[in-house]
């Protein structure tokens, strides 16, 4: 459970978790994303993934959500995604 200074938690596991990490448009940043993401959830459904891409085109966010089951997991997510060169910024 994540829990803010209350005792109430934030989230409780499982739960629906959108993870979303934008970089510039292009195979390489969907593909890494996509890869960083299965390597920590293994079933992700096509219609769980959402693409975006700004207004030039030059950047695109992508969205998947996942079944999340731990902060730990979500933690390791987003580590991985913060390493990768290809991703801006991971939300």
Do not use: W
């Not at 920590?40 to 769980?48: K, M, N, R, S």
């Amino acid at each position: 459970m994540i829990t803010d200074n209350s005792d109430e938690p934030l989230l409780k596991f499982p739960c629906q978790f959108p993870v979303k990490a934008m970089g510039k448009s292009g195979p390489e940043l969907e593909l890494a994303i996509l890869e960083i993401l299965g390597r920590h959830v293994p079933e992700i459904t096509g219609d769980a993934v959402r693409f975006s891409a700004s207004k030039k085109g030059t950047y695109t966010s992508i969205t998947v959500t996942i079944n999340a089951q731990s902060k730990q997991q979500l933690d390791n997510i987003y580590r991985d995604l913060s390493a990768c060169k290809h991703v801006l910024y991971a939300l």
